[in-house]
C-alpha cells in the first residue's frame, strides 16, 4: 500500500510539475489534518472491535458549540475548545453507556448517537449556521466574535508549519506510542482480538472499551474544533461528510505494511493516499463529480492488491 | 480379498517448501474400519484433505476400482465416493436451514430439484435419508439445535444416500458422552456390514483398539506402520512416538499432606452447577471427571469467576476469598486454563510469544511502557520451559494444537498461581505433549492447588491423587488414588449408582 502512494506521488510529478512544491503540500497535509483527526478516532474505537460511526456528527458538534461559545456567549478561544472537547468526551461516554451497560451493537448505538447529535443540534440554533451577529431562537442577536485566537489553531503557524498540521502530527504520534507500545494499548488489541479471552486473562474488558470510546469522542472533537478554525462559521452538519472518508482510511491502514488489524501509521498512509489522489485529480483538472468514482476504483484496486499479496504468503 | 475401495500411490503434499505428506502407499477396503492414528502434525488433516478433494494439488495417484480418480475438488471427491464427518460438525451444516433441509441440501442445490418445492416432498424425501442410520429427531427443527451426536448421524445419513463409499471420522467422539460414543460405534459398525471403507481417526488409542480392523500410524508425514490386524495401544504409540512410551503418568506425589489449600463450599451457580463441596490438599493433583454436560466446566468457570454463583464461599490456605469476576479471581492466584483454547483462551493474530505475555504483561513494563526485550525474554523462558514449537512471533494459529495448549498454560506460568483449575487439557493434545503437560501439572502440584477436570476417566484415574466424580451438577463421590475402579466410576458418572463423598 506504501508502495501505491509512493507510486501515485511520483506519477502525479510527472504529470502536473507543481505537484510537488511546498505550497502545495502545505495545504494538502492542512486539508489533510482534520480528516487525519477523525480517521485516528475511528482507529481508536475499531481497535477494541468497535465502530464508532458517530465522529462525524461529533466533529459537527465541537464546530456548533465552540462557535456557540464565542458567538452568543462571549467566551474565550480556550473556553470554546475546553467546551468542544468536554462535550465529544461526554459523547464518548454515552456511546460507551449505550454499547456496554445496555449491549447494543457498536454501529447501530453510534448510528443512532449520530442522528440524537445531529437533529438536536439543529434544535438548539434553530437550524441556522451560527455566525457574528445572528438571530438567536429568543429573537436577540449574537453579539460575540469569532476568537482571532481561536482562529489561529488552523490559520496560524508555529516555525512556518501551519498549527492544525502540528496538532495532527503530535496526536498521530501519541496514539502510536500508545497503542503499540504502552500495557493499556496492547490490552485494547486483544480486547479487539478475543474479548472473551481477555476476560478470562482477568482484564477489565469495559473498561477497555469504555477508554476507547472516549479517546474517539476526544479525538473526533478535536477534529472538529479545527474543522471550526478553519471554515470560522458554526455549521452544524460540516462534520458528517469526514465520516466516510475517515473509516475508508482506516481500512486502507489494514492493509498497509500487511498488518492487518487498525494501526495508526496505517490510518495516516490511508488518509494521506485520499489527499493525494483528491489534491492530484484537482490539479489533472479532472471535475470534482469523477473525483469520488476514481478515489472509490483507486482504493478497492489498492486495498484488493495488498491482500491478494498477503493471502498468497 | 474384495477389491481395495480406495488405493493410494505415493501420494504427498507440500506447502511453500515444507514438506508434510510423503510417499503414501495405502489401501481402503470395504466393509472395513482402518484406524489412523499420528501425533499432531504428523500429516493426518492433511492426508484427510487430500481424500476429500481440499487440495487442487497433490502428489502421487490414487486409485478407485484401478481407475485413476482426480481429488482436485470436493465435488470430484464425492463423485469418486469420499466424504468426512469432521470434528467440527457444524461446519457442515447449513445453520438456517432445518434437519430436513440439510438432510437433502444435495439435492436441494441440485438443479433438478423443482423450483417450488412442497415441503411434503421435502419432508419425505429427508425422513427417507435419516431412516438409515435411524436418526430419530423432529425434521422440521432447525438443524444448528440438534445435539453434537445428532448432528453427526445427519452428516453421516447425508452421505449415505450420496452413494459415500469411503467414510472417513475426524476425531468424532471428542466431545461425545460414553453412550452417545457407543451408539457412533454401532453405526459405524453397521457402516461397515453394508461394505463401506470407514476411515477412523482418533488421538483416543482405546477406542481405536476397540472399533478398528487395521490401524496405520503416519509420523512426520510418513507412513510408519501398518498393522494388518488390530494391535495394542502400546504398540501403536510405540509406532507413533518412534520409541516405546514410558510410563504414561507421572510418579504420584510424596509430598501430599492433609492440610487443605484450597477449599470450596455450597457452590451453586445457574441450573448446571447444584451445591459443591471440595477440597484440595496441599501437594495433591486433584482430578474431576464426569460424563459431558456433568458440570465440570461450570464447576471451574464459577470457581474463577467466570460466570456468576448464586452461592458458595472459597478458601485458600484457610483464608476467605471473593471472586465475582476473573479480575478477582487473578489478583488471588488462581487461573483457569479453559476448555476451548482458540475460543477462550487464546488471542489468535497475537503471536505466541504475546500470547504468553499477554495476562501478566505488567511484569515487563515500567511506568506502563512495554519493554520489548524483557518480554521476549520472559516469553522465551516460558517456550524453553514447555518445550513450545514452531514459530514464537509468527500468528499462535499457526501452531498444532498441542503447542497452542501449551502456549495457554505457559501464559499463567509467569504469574504465581495459588489454585490452578484446567478444564480438558489434554483434548485433541497429541500423546508426547499430553505426558509434557502431566509432568508440568505434578510439578505444579507442590507449589498450587490443582484441580484438573477431564471427561477421559482414565486420564484421571491416572493423574489425580484424589478425584472427585461429577453427575448432574453435584458431586457423586470423592476417590484417593486407588480406591475405585474404572467401572465403578463409570456407573456414578452415569447416575447409576449413588455414592457417599468420601
Partial sequence: MVLVLVLL?????????????????TNLIRDMSIETLVALAVTASVVVAGFDVSIGANAGLAVTLSMMAMVVYHASAFTAVLVALVAGLLVGAVNALLIIRFQLPDLLATLGML???????????????????????????????????????????????????????????????????????????????NPEAARLSGANVAAYRTAAYLVSGFLAALGGVVLAARIGVGEQLAGDSYLLNAVAATMIGYAVLGAGKPNVFGTIVGALLMAVMVNGLTMLNVPYYTQEALLGAVMLAALALSFAVKSRT | MAPALLQLRGVGKSFSGVRVLQGIDLEIRP??????????????????????????????????????????????????????????????????????????????????????????????????????????????????????????????????????????????????????????????????????GIVYVSHRLNEVEELCDR??????????????????????????????????????????????????????????????DLSVRRGEIFGVTGLVGAGKTELLRAIFGADPKQAGEMRIGGERVEVRRPQDAVRHGIYLVPEERRRHGLFLDFSASRNI??????????????????????????????????????????????????????????????????????????????RQIYQLVREFSSRAAVIFASSDIDEVIGLADRFAVMYEGQVAGVFARGEADRQSVIELASGLRKGTVA
Fill in chain 1, 9 to 25: 506521488v511520483l506519477y502525479l510529478w510527472w504529470a502536473v510539475p507543481q505537484f510537488l512544491t511546498l505550497t502545495n503540500w
Fill in chain 1, 115 to 193: 442522528f440524537v447529535i445531529d437533529g438536536l443540534q439543529q434544535v438548539v440554533v434553530a437550524g441556522q449556521t451560527i455566525t457574528p451577529g445572528m438571530t438567536l431562537a429568543n429573537g436577540q442577536t449574537a453579539t460575540g466574535i469569532v476568537q482571532p485566537a481561536f482562529l489561529a489553531i488552523d490559520q496560524g503557524r508555529f516555525l512556518q508549519v501551519p498549527i492544525s498540521i502540528w496538532l495532527m502530527l503530535v496526536v498521530a504520534l501519541a496514539l502510536w506510542f500508545f497503542l503499540s507500545s504502552t500495557r493499556i494499548g496492547r490490552i485494547m488489541y486483544a480486547v479487539g482480538s
Fill in chain 2, 31 to 196: 466393509g472395513e474400519v482402518l484406524g489412523l492414528c499420528g501425533a499432531n502434525g504428523a500429516g493426518k488433516s492433511t492426508l484427510i484433505k487430500v481424500l476429500t478433494g481440499y487440495f487442487d494439488h497433490y502428489e502421487g495417484e490414487v486409485e478407485v476400482g484401478g481407475r485413476a480418480v482426480h481429488l482436485h475438488t470436493p465435488a470430484l471427491a464425492r463423485a469418486a465416493g469420499v466424504d468426512a464427518v469432521y470434528q467440527e460438525v457444524d461446519a457442515c451444516i447449513a445453520p438456517g436451514l432445518t434437519v430436513a433441509e440439510n438432510l437433502i441440501l444435495n439435492r436441494l442445490t441440485s438443479s433438478h430439484y423443482p423450483f417450488l418445492t412442497a415441503r411434503r416432498r421435502v419432508l419425505a424425501d429427508a425422513a427417507e435419508v435419516a431412516a438409515p442410520v435411524g436418526l430419530r429427531v423432529g425434521l422440521t427443527r432447525q438443524a444448528e439445535d440438534l445435539s453434537l451426536h445428532e448432528k453427526q448421524l445427519l452428516v453421516i445419513a447425508r452421505a449415505i444416500a450420496q452413494q459415500v463409499r469411503v467414510l472417513i471420522f475426524d476425531e468424532p467422539s471428542t466431545s461425545l458422552s460414553m453412550r452417545e460414543t457407543e451408539r457412533l460405534f454401532a453405526t459405524i459398525r453397521d457402516l461397515r456390514e453394508r461394505g463401506m
Fill in chain 2, 215 to 276: 490401524v496405520a500410524v503416519l509420523r512426520n508425514g510418513r507412513l510408519v506402520a501398518q498393522f494388518e490386524e488390530m494391535v495394542s495401544t502400546s504398540a501403536i504409540a510405540t509406532a507413533m512416538l518412534g520409541a516405546p512410551p514410558e510410563e504414561e503418568f507421572p510418579e504420584p506425589s510424596t509430598s501430599a499432606s492433609a492440610e487443605v489449600a484450597f477449599e470450596v463450599r455450597g457452590l451453586r451457580a445457574g441450573t448446571a452447577l447444584r451445591s459443591v
Fill in chain 2, 357 to 434: 505475555s499477554s495476562v501478566f504483561l505488567a511484569k515487563f513494563c515500567r511506568f506502563g511502557v512495554i519493554r520489548p526485550r524483557a518480554e521476549r525474554r520472559g516469553a522465551q523462558g516460558v517456550i524453553e520451559r514447555l518445550s513450545i514449537q514452531g514459530n514464537a512471533e509468527g500468528p499462535v494459529l499457526r501452531l498444532s494444537g498441542g503447542n497452542q495448549q501449551k502456549v495457554v498454560i505457559g501464559k499463567w506460568i509467569i504469574g504465581e498461581p495459588r489454585v490452578l483449575l484446567l478444564d480438558e487439557a489434554t483434548q485433541g493434545v497429541d500423546i508426547g505433549t499430553r
